[in-house]
């Protein structure tokens, strides 16, 4: 038998360098998928060298907001203007009808046609994630896939859900929340999505923290929506084709002096407009944190404060500033059976409660249907309401919880005051046949009555969350031209402050 000596190996010689670059050289000829994660390793090192160049020396100025801006932001007078390019024109001041992939959720397009809808509609990027594809297919702008003639507004933050995803947003990109669970979208997919969808305007990737997280969490955001802020200008110069306008959202999660030197960078950039995530604010006494930034911001660039949480929140939004809010909160109670029946050209005048039948009738009602109607229409922003009204077991509670899905506001955040709006899922309502809110000519109040909304709401019919929607897109409607005609007046100040009492007023059902 012969035996064959085997030749020794040959070594390759490696320099002496760190483990991490020995292993890609070792692994070069073998394996792509180690180089791969290597590189991406390599960008978050680099990019967290970046942060502390570029957070310490600028964010670390004191940033003071301009007197004599601010003292024009208390007239009001600046609301009424029209922003203007050459694709669209903005009136402001305005509101933005909050919408799932360009329709307004539970209302159909020819429905839409009785009420007044707007002419520009929010489109979270959660909502068209699933279409993208098709959208590249058939070469179609979102707006000519659901045939709207509607401007939109591409947000990756969905502001009627506003989840506290702080844990999950990192250097790469930004977690969004479908059907599907959690998605990381980096800025390259981002941008490569708003070429595809053709939107009129699109807010930049933002990092939106809440107000309650700690300063090196705060600065980590300041600096990775900065950074997608950049990416996104650098995209649309090298792009020509690309004709959607930049909204820069403004973060620094409530802290004032972060966002303020925030908002003094992005001053600077060429964009179209500037975004304040209500998220981001602290849940009271925003204001005059809103008022300082605004005054540093250009005055021929638009504000959209996105997410505001009632009709309250909207017009300090519109007295701080702001030329724009959305509509978000109107889904908001149309999903949890709510009308909103507050008299714009009279606030003080709250629905009488002696109007209202006698306890006898909830006795007559059934307590079982009330409680399985209290359960959403849609997605759910009552994380911590207890489980005998919810409908949730605690064991679905925790897994939201364990998921990282932790609402940034509770339900009480929303309505101070219940008398403003109707439950109309309560007993109460079952044997009222009139209409939701007096002097309405809503679509659905002048065909239906409140005890018949009730019924629908108990048998959890789908008509339900289409009539109270209806109604509150129509009521917030007529709010918005109450707050014209108060800027015009210049008594948009004076109006704020009888809306501040009336929401702060004891709630008379309780």
Known sequence: MMVTKRSPEKQISVPDVNPAKRLKVEKDENSKTVIRNQTVQETIKSKKRNESILINPELEVKIEPDETRRSQLNSSSHLIRKFENEHFTLNSPDIFSHTHCGQVPHVTTDLCSTTVNG???????????????VLEKLNKSLADFVRTSNKIVLNPFNSSEPYDLTSFNDQLGMSVWGKGGRKKITSKEY?????????????????VVPSSVNKKRANKSCYRTLQWVNEAITYLSDNNTVTSRLLAPIPGSGDRQ????????LASRQVFGYVIERATLPVEGWE?????????????????????????????????????????????????????????????????????????????TNDSSSEEATKDFGPSLAENVPSEVTGENEDKKKKKRETGKVLIFKPEHYM?????????????????????????????????????????????????PTLLMLHNTYHVRNLVNTVKDKVERGDLAKYKETLDEVFKLKDSHS
């Open 119 to 133: 002419e520009v509609s929010i489109v979270p990027l959660h909502s068209v994630l699933s279409c993208v594809k």
């Open 191 to 207: 941008l490569c999505i708003v070429k595809i969808c053709q939107p009129e305007m699109f807010v930049s990737l933002s990092d």
């Open 258 to 265: 972060l966002m303020m030197k925030s908002a003094s960078l």
């Open 288 to 364: 005059d944190l809103v008022k300082d930034i605004v005054s540093i911001l250009p005055d021929s660039r638009p504000v959209f404060m996105l997410g505001v949480l009632n009709e309250m929140e909207m017009v300090k939004a519109y007295n701080c500033g702001c030329n724009f809010v959305d509509s978000s909160f109107v889904l908001h109670f149309s999903n949890k059976g709510q009308a909103m029946v507050l008299n714009s050209a009279n606030p003080t005048q709250l629905p009488d409660p002696s109007k209202q039948p006698d306890s006898s009738s909830e006795e007559a």
């Open 416 to 464: 101070p005051n219940k008398s403003i709006n109707l439950d109309l899922v309560s007993p109460v309502y079952t044997r009222q046949f009139c209409k939701i809110a007096e002097n309405c000519e809503c679509f659905t109040c002048q065909r239906h009555t409140r005890g018949y909304v009730n019924h629908l709401l108990i048998t959890r019919e789908l008509l339900a």
